[in-house]
């Protein structure tokens, strides 16, 4: 099982781009599809996008789509989560999480769809 470790959060203002790192360590990391969901206070955790286990495959929540992007690099065991334009409901603790299955398009991802977690890096958007 791979464990995961998010990274690159802070306070930035509204318009302003911000990376996320998810490092991962473990055995045969490109065989895990790796997704993105985040967390604001008093909401339920909500994905923002996944990518699949060559990179080849991308998709996203109809409310970052056209601002973020996901990539990895699976010699590095890492993935990427490119933000911007970012607003202020953009703030929340963002997880990424590991899982084996990739599902269709338009697929409603939930948790329980990924089987490790990391610890989560909090996103703050002021404006």
């Known amino acids: 099982q791979v464990e995961l470790v998010e990274s690159g959060g802070r306070l930035v203002q509204a318009g302003d781009s911000l990376r996320l790192s998810c490092a991962a360590s473990?055995?045969?990391?490109?065989?895990?599809?790796i997704a993105w969901f985040r967390q604001a206070p008093g909401k339920e955790r909500e994905f923002v996008g996944v990518?699949?286990?060559?990179?080849?495959?991308?998709d996203y929540s109809d409310s970052v789509k056209g601002r973020f992007t996901i990539s990895r690099d699976n010699m590095e065991n890492t993935v990427s989560l490119q933000m911007n334009f970012l607003k202020p409901e953009d703030t929340a603790v963002y997880y990424c999480?590991?899982?084996?299955?990739?599902?269709?398009?338009?697929?409603?991802?939930?948790?329980?769809?990924?089987?490790?977690w990391g610890q989560g890096t909090q996103v703050t958007v002021s404006s």
């Open positions: 999480a590991a899982g084996r299955r990739w599902f269709m398009y338009g697929h409603p991802w939930r948790p329980s769809d990924l089987l490790s």
């Open positions: 473990g055995r045969a990391f490109g065989t895990y599809v």
């Open positions: 990518i699949n286990w060559d990179g080849a495959m991308t």
